[in-house]
């Protein structure tokens, strides 16, 4: 074996590290390991725009975990500094009280909120299409805006263009992809809402029960009636009044469906249902996603589909 001096060993080594210091950077979002953006974002629907929005320049993470029920998140401390490392934080004001506090103590980099862009309506009293009004208690309890924007594709489409538009001013570099990525979901949006318009055109009944009020969007934008067990907030307890009239349009409306949700206990559900001698089917409201294999728009059809079951759509 032949045996060389230390000196002959270090010296490639040295000059090695001297020319890789002195190579310049890659570009940022380039080499498909560096992204333009760290994007954090509140809850599922904001995920899912930021991934679509931001594609490769975009490294988009989320303060609510897979499965679970944003409405009353809780931040650990590692998460609320999680707000203070991104690029830029997006959000629905008003939703996630944990969430609005932890952006106003970490003051993060840049902010998102998309409650102006998805136009939010009041919790209660909208326009005859829920419960809100009948005064059995559970509707009101939101206390402000209804919070569930992204069932309507349209609105959803909307806070796309917003985010679009604030990454291109936070990374001017990448405007022109962020542009094109949000046209392209844009459009398969628009593709969504006529899928929807058309696949509930004609129905037999239009009055659904659901789990809670999160379908109000969607019910204003197709022509539909929610009744929910629970109010905006899905651990809310339904009254006996509220139930006892759930009981009265199920039977006057000869509804034949009670939908459930994977995010919410189903007993009161099921117990109803089970008492009238109707089904139940899950409708999911699209606030969380446990299944990696699913995303919006395969969601979004499969309650399409059984919507159309369950109010007998020709």
Partial sequence: MISLPRRALVLPVLAALALSACAPPEPAGTNGDTASLTVLTSFYPLHYIAEQVGGEEAEVSSVTPPGADPHNLELSPAKVAELADASVVVYASGFQAAVDEAVEQTSPKQTIDVADAADLSPAAGRG???????????????????????????????????????????????????????????????????????????????????????????????????????????????????????????????????????????????????DLGIETALLDPLESLADPGEDYLSIMRENLAALRGALNCG
């Fill in 128 to 274: 005859g299409n829920s419960a809100a009004k009948d005064g059995t208690g559970g509707s009101r309890d939101a206390g402000g805006a209804d919070p569930h924007f992204w069932l309507d594709p349209q609105r959803l489409a909307a806070v796309a263009g917003v985010a679009a538009r604030r990454f291109s001013e936070i990374d001017p570099q990448n405007a022109d992809v962020y542009k094109a990525n949000a046209q392209e979901l844009g459009q398969e949006l628009a593709s969504l809402d006529v899928q929807f318009t058309t696949g509930l055109a004609d129905c037999e009944r239009r009055t659904i029960v659901v789990a809670h009020e999160a379908y109000g969007y969607l019910a204003d934008r197709y022509d539909l009636e929610q009744i929910g067990i629970s109010g905006i907030d899905p651990e809310s307890e339904p009254a006996p009044a509220r139930i006892a009239k759930i009981r009265r349009v199920i039977e006057g409306q000869d509804v034949t469906t009670v939908f459930t949700e994977s995010l919410v206990n189903p007993k009161v559900a099921e117990v109803l249902a089970a």
